[in-house]
């Protein structure tokens, strides 16, 4: 009976130091969800301003540009404090690559600094 008592808490232990790890995250998950809505944004302002006017308004587009990279940043500072979550990893590279393509796509029209 002692050894059953033993295993129980044991097992519960374990379980609730899982449960601890899970909620340390959780702030983590939220900020970068926060960004993540951002970054969404900025990239349907940026979709909208490369396709608005045949003249682009390129200080705008170079600020949005500037903008979604710095929300990648973010993004992946906070990942890089939690490297034994790999989801949000993941979530670092996916904001790198659209830093990467709004850098793209707006160099295709103007010449940001």
């Known amino acids: ?11 519960l ?4 130091a899982r449960l601890t790890s ?3 995250a959780a702030p983590e998950d939220r900020e970068i ?9 900025k990239l ?11 003249t682009p308004d390129c200080p705008h587009l170079c600020e949005l540009s500037a903008t979604i990279c710095q929300l990648g940043e ?8 939690r490297p034994e979550l790999p989801d949000l990893s993941s979530r ?11 850098r793209t796509r707006v160099a295709k029209t103007c010449a940001c600094e």
């Open 1 to 11: 009976m002692r050894w059953l008592t033993f295993a129980i808490c044991l097992l």
């Open 13 to 16: 232990s374990g379980c609730a």
């Open 22 to 24: 899970i909620d340390m």
């Open 33 to 41: 969800a926060s960004l993540e809505e951002a970054l969404r944004q």
């Open 44 to 54: 349907g302002e940026l979709d909208g301003s490369l396709s608005a006017s045949p």
């Open 74 to 81: 973010r993004i992946c500072a906070i990942a890089g404090r």
């Open 92 to 102: 670092c590279q996916d904001a790198r690559k659209s830093c990467d393509s709004a």
